[in-house]
């Protein structure tokens, strides 16, 4: 088990495309950091890199306190699972789990113990004779990950490993990872493009945009104090309503001025921290859940104003509301029994405590 | 076209043909597909069949003007008998089989190992090299033996055995890359990856992972080397002279055929032993030829 250190790394392909633009992460003993973004934005490769799959450009990494940028991926004590999960078609189960053993000479019983061992955890002991093609894409993905297992390595990679199952798999195995973590405890970076994975499985989530870090923080931290637009955009499903607005300051206490003439005044307690941005461009973010039917009037903060809703959307726990203001799609999130029918204006209320503000120009949430 | 019909005629018109007409268009389908195979098989089974019978025929049966070619009247095994005790028959299929399995180990080291490279490993001018394998196998043989002949001449290899050794891999490498390199790209490059995280150098993994998983390419282009091998005919007609140095198709023709003299007989039965080594071959290498060895290494 291991500490992961990166350190201004830099990847650049020919023609100087950079994928990733030197980054810097530190990833903590026992910890599980998943790396998300949408595709393309260098996370994949920044995986690649720490497993010495990928050259690095410039920048450090390091493992365990070693740097590793000239060592080879099977010096580095690490075990990857793959999105097509990579099992060796010619080996049965057992010797597919077994094959980084024998190649590091361990003794046969050591062998059959490790292997057995993590056929238990992963509930895969009565296909250890079969081949890869006798087995479902799920326990395929449970043998990829039994490969891993069994090596007891310093670091787990994962290469998106839920993204070839069907929706159901995808969250009995996501499950399935968190269950094995918690047991292994080994350092776990992990790389999705699954927002939700990321929540779930996390300890910390680093947010990637176009090669740099966005953010780094706790689920918790990313969903409820994003640090930029995009973060604050990327986390969270469905995802945050932006809005274009001015903030104007009404003899002391500032409002939002919306499109359709709405005024939203902000919460004495955010004045200061809002004054910046009086006269200026800037978007009001407002996640789903904290535009809902109108109740608890009673609350500080909360706004009332009227819409129409285009698209109704019952999901059972919940019903999403959307309407359109200005070209941009809003969502509201309200309770099932509250009656809603497209094309009847309808009164929805804003709760401020949980409003952002955004720097049109920067991104930088205020 | 079938909508502007549709829109002037006042009828409908079907989409479909009467039910059950899948079975029956499945039928013709079928009827057709035999008869066109059977056409096929006829054809090509001709020479081989002329050659059985003739292989059977006495020198004064073959000869006689008035006998049916397609029948044998008097059967005997005389001319495979005096092939495979008098003259050299047995050393030219000796000399065939040494030259042809040395190439073929020859040229599938070479290729695994060059196709490798050029389809993995990522390398300055790796694209360009693969097209220029490709584009040696382009020229003709027939263009290369005047300048090989100055080669094989000038290393004192003329009129010798071993030189076949070294002349045929420039046929069959090429080829044998160019396909495997087709091939291997296919593998999934997370197969190479997987092997090499856990634990294995790169010689490890080619062995133990990359070749039997590419092993229905490899034998492909095996069954090319052997055939390729077996049968040349310029090369050793041009650098062999003298018979116990000759391979089989280049010995049945020359020592089987004195002047005028043509000893159909014995040239029928040579050449249908002869062609024996590529059946077996293909038999054999067939059923390990499993297309889809890879699956289950992948989503898939």
Known sequence: MAQVSVRKIVK???????????????????????????????????????????????????????????????????????????????????????????????????????????ARILDIEPLLERKPKALSGGQRQRVAMGRAIVRDPKVFLFDEPLSNLDAK?????????????????????????????????????????????????????????????????????????????????????????????????????????????????????????????????????????????????????????????????????????????????????????????????????? | MSTTAATESTAPLPMYHAAGSIKRERRWALIGAYVALAVFVIFFMFPPFHMLITSLKSSAEIADLNGNPWIVSAPTLQNYRELLTEGNYVIHFRNSIIVTLTVVAITMVI????????????????????????????????????????????????????????????????????????YFSSIPKELDEAALIDGANHLQMLWKIFIPVALPGILAATIFAFTVSWAQFLYPMAFLVSSDQMVLTVGIVSDLIRGDTFQWGKIMAGALMAAAPPLLVYAFLMDYYIAGLTAGATKG
């Open chain 1, 12 to 118: 650049a392909y020919e023609g100087n495309v950079q994928a990733v633009k030197g980054i810097d992460l530190e990833i903590a003993d026992h910890e599980f950091v998943v790396l998300v973004g949408p595709s393309g934005c260098g996370k994949s490769t920044t995986l690649r890199m720490i497993a010495g799959l990928e050259e690095i450009t410039s920048g450090e990494i390091a493992i365990g306190g070693t740097v590793v940028n000239d060592i080879p991926p099977r010096d580095r004590d690490i075990a990857m699972v793959f999105q097509n999960y990579a099992l060796y078609p010619h080996m049965s189960v057992y010797e597919n789990m077994a094959f980084g053993l024998t190649l590091r000479k361990f003794p046969k019983d050591e062998i059959a113990r490790r292997v057995n061992n993590a």
């Open chain 2, 111 to 182: 290729s695994t190992l060059a196709a490798f490279a050029l389809a993995r490993m990522r390398f300055w001018g790796s694209a360009a090299l693969a097209t220029g394998v490709f584009l040696t196998y382009l020229v003709p043989e027939t263009l290369l033996f005047i300048p090989l002949f100055q080669i094989i001449g000038g290393l004192g290899l003329y009129n010798n055995l071993g030189a076949m050794i070294l002349i045929y891999p420039t046929l069959t490498v090429p080829f044998c890359t160019w396909i495997m390199i087709g």
């Open chain 1, 169 to 366: 798999l995808r969250v009995q195995m996501r499950t399935e990872i968190k269950k094995v973590h918690q047991t292994v405890r080994t350092t776990t970076v992990y790389v999705t493009h699954d927002q939700v994975e990321a929540m779930t499985l996390a300890d910390r989530v680093v947010v990637m945009n176009h090669g740099i870090i966005e953010q780094v923080g706790p689920p918790q931290e990313l969903y409820h104090h994003p640090k930029t637009r995009f973060v604050a955009g990327f986390i969270g499903s469905p995802a945050m309503n932006f809005f274009p607005a001015r903030v104007e300051n009404a003899s002391g206490a500032l409002r939002v001025l919306l499109p359709n003439d709405i005024v939203l005044p902000v919460p004495a307690e955010r004045t200061a921290r809002y004054q910046g941005a009086v006269g200026r461009e800037v978007l009001f973010g407002i996640r789903p859940e904290h535009l809902t039917e109108v109740k608890n009037l009673d609350r500080d903060n909360i706004s009332v104003f009227e819409v129409t809703p285009e698209v109704i959307e019952p999901m059972g726990m919940e019903t999403l509301v959307h309407f359109w203001m200005q070209g941009a799609e809003i969502c509201a999130r309200i309770d099932p029994t509250t009656p809603a029918e497209p094309g009847r204006p309808m009164q929805l209320a804003a709760d401020l405590n949980h409003m952002h503000l955004i720097d049109a120009e920067s991104g930088r949430v205020l």
